[in-house]
Nanobody, 115 residues
Framework: QVQLVESGGGLVQPGGSLRLSCVAS????????MGWYRQAPGQQRELVAA???????IYASSVKGRFTISRNNAKNTIYLQMNSLKPEDTAVYYC?????????WGKGTLVTVSS
C-alpha cells in the first residue's frame, strides 16, 4: 500500500508563485510514472506534469515554461513549482504515482489564483 500526502496549496494572486509537495510512503517500487494532475470545478482531471519511465518529464502545454516538476528520491517526495500563476490555474491538484501493481492518488490540495 502507498500513501501520498500533498501540501502547499493556498490562495495566491495572479502572477504569484506556489510550491506543492507530495510525500510518498509505503511500498514504492516498480514506478511507471509520478506526477501531478489537477481538476478545476466542472472539468475533467488533467495531467499537469510528470516523470515517466523512459521520458525525463512531461508537461501540459498550458503550464510549460511556468511550472517545474522536481523530486527528491531520498525523501520520496515530488514537487511542483508553479510560477506566473493565472486564474485558470485554479484547481485541486493531485499527486499521482503509477506503479506496476496499481495507481495511487493523494487527496489533493486546493490552489486558488485570485485577486
Amino acid at each position: 500500500q502507498v500513501q501520498l500526502v500533498e501540501s502547499g496549496g493556498g490562495l495566491v494572486q495572479p502572477g504569484g508563485s506556489l510550491r506543492l509537495s507530495c510525500v510518498a510512503s509505503g511500498s514504492i517500487f516498480g514506478i511507471n510514472a509520478m506526477g501531478w494532475y489537477r481538476q478545476a470545478p466542472g472539468q475533467q482531471r488533467e495531467l499537469v506534469a510528470a516523470f515517466a519511465a523512459g521520458v525525463s518529464t512531461i508537461y501540459a502545454s498550458s503550464v510549460k515554461g511556468r511550472f517545474t516538476i522536481s523530486r527528491n528520491n531520498a525523501k520520496n517526495t515530488i514537487y511542483l513549482q508553479m510560477n506566473s500563476l493565472k486564474p485558470e490555474d485554479t484547481a485541486v491538484y493531485y499527486c499521482h504515482f503509477s506503479l506496476e501493481v496499481a495507481d495511487y492518488w493523494g487527496k489533493g490540495t486546493l490552489v486558488t489564483v485570485s485577486s
